[in-house]
């Protein structure tokens, strides 16, 4: 008696986690031979092969790729969790470009927007579904990073965002945290989010030298960008001093004073110097943040998780270096509380880093 009832319980239980098991595995097979957990996302896969052949030049991890994963959070975090600042992550900075790129904070964004604008047309999508998207595979193309989040089904902007959302590199770490603060992120995810520049240039910060990196592996996505913005700097890579640049270690190299700044404020500087040679907290780190950033303003519940038409990345082996004669001794080492990672140099003399082209 007792037990026939435990075996009924048993099979019960066994079967709950066989149902569960086949809706977690469970497939579609789309019309062109692409596999994908929802029906929904199988327009996705030519939108996919377009985004690369069109505007990535071929799944390169270029400045398009830059430009898309930078675009994503400039329409997102056009939000406040206090309401008034805009729809999130949700394509205004595309639709409204006219308004939106005016904005001082989005210098240079018009490049992008009229790069995708074509591509977007024909694509099918809601602009924030193709912004955020696109920001996605452009990441991918990078290797190091992690495969982002794609939740798909957000509906039409209904306005541009206001001006004023987008942080500055001028700006104290006191108001970017705040800024980011009313979005919803705390100072760790900010740090997180920042993983984003180890694949950055800057145009406009000094408008004399267009796509100075702001690391010596602008290509790739590991986390080197935090280990070079703790590096003492001695010279400007153009024109003298910009607003918001610091001093850089490299020739060639542009230091963000936002990036600096963050690198040594007691509330951000343990967050930033535990990312230097750690890939995986890195990845696993900016892939929630980043989660969290395209679906802001969205309501998630009515969204379908399309994550498996984004490109799996190649890896990154690592360990990161220190550019050619650098070494601990350079670190400008703001977390004296944990151990800095031990770090072997790249031998040769100091590099001078090439522009990233077609900037
Ligand atoms: C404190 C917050 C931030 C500040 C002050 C900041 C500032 C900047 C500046 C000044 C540039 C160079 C623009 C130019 O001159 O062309 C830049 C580039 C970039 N930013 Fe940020 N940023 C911040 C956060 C983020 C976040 C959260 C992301 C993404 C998650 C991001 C992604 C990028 C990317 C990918 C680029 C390079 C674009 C390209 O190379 O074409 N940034 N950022
Ligand atoms: C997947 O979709 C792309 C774009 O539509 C197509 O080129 C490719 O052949 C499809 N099939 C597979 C198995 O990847
Ligand atoms: C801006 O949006 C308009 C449509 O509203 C489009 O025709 C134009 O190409 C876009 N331009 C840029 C720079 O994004
Ligand atoms: C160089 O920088 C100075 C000072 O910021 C500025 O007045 C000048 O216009 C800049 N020159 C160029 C070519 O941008």
Do not use: Y
């Not at 390169?60 to 997102?76: N, Q, V």
């Not at 910060?205 to 290509?219: Q, Y």
């Not at 670190?331 to 770090?343: E, G, M, S, W």
């Amino acid at each position: 008696m007792a037990f026939a009832r435990l075996s009924v319980i048993v099979s019960l239980a066994l079967g709950a986690a066989q149902l569960a098991n086949a809706a977690l595995t469970k497939r579609v097979t789309c019309a062109d031979g692409n596999v994908t957990a929802n029906k929904a996302c199988c327009a996705l896969f030519p939108v996919v092969a377009k985004m690369q052949s069109d505007l990535f030049d071929g799944a390169e991890c270029g400045e398009e790729a830059h430009s898309a994963l930078r675009l994503s959070f400039h329409d997102a975090i056009g939000f406040s969790i206090h309401g008034g600042k805009g729809g999130g992550a949700d394509g205004s900075i595309l639709l409204f470009n006219a308004t939106e790129t005016a904005f001082h904070a989005n210098g240079g964004i018009d490049d992008i927007t009229a790069g995708q604008f074509p591509v977007f047309q024909e694509s099918g999508l809601t602009p924030g579904d193709f912004v955020h998207l696109a920001a996605a595979v452009g990441t991918a193309n990078c290797p190091g990073a992690p495969r982002l989040q794609f939740l798909f089904g957000r509906p039409a902007p209904k306005a541009p965002a206001p001006d004023l959302t987008v942080p500055e590199p001028t700006d104290s770490v006191t108001a970017i945290l705040a800024r980011f603060a009313d979005a919803g992120f705390n100072a760790q995810e900010v740090v997180a989010l920042l993983s984003s520049h180890t694949i950055a240039a800057a145009d406009v910060v000094d408008v004399t030298i267009p796509g100075t990196p702001f690391d010596s592996t602008v290509g790739t996505f590991d986390t080197q960008v935090f280990l070079e913005v703790l590096l003492k700097g001695n010279s400007f890579p153009g024109n003298g001093s910009q607003p918001g640049e610091v001093l850089s270690p490299l020739k060639g190299e542009m230091r963000l004073q936002s990036d600096f700044a963050l690198s040594q404020d007691s509330r951000t500087a343990c967050f930033w110097q535990q990312m230097v040679n750690d890939q995986t907290r890195m990845q696993t780190q900016f892939k929630a943040a980043m989660a969290k950033l395209q679906v802001l303003g969205q309501n998630t519940k009515t969204m379908v998780d399309c994550s498996d038409v984004v490109p799996v990345p190649a890896s990154f082996a690592g360990p990161i270096k220190f550019p050619a004669t650098f070494s601990q001794k350079d670190v400008q080492q703001a977390c004296p509380q944990l151990r800095f990672p031990a770090i072997s140099t790249v031998a040769g003399p100091a590099p001078t880093l090439a522009p990233v082209p077609g900037s």
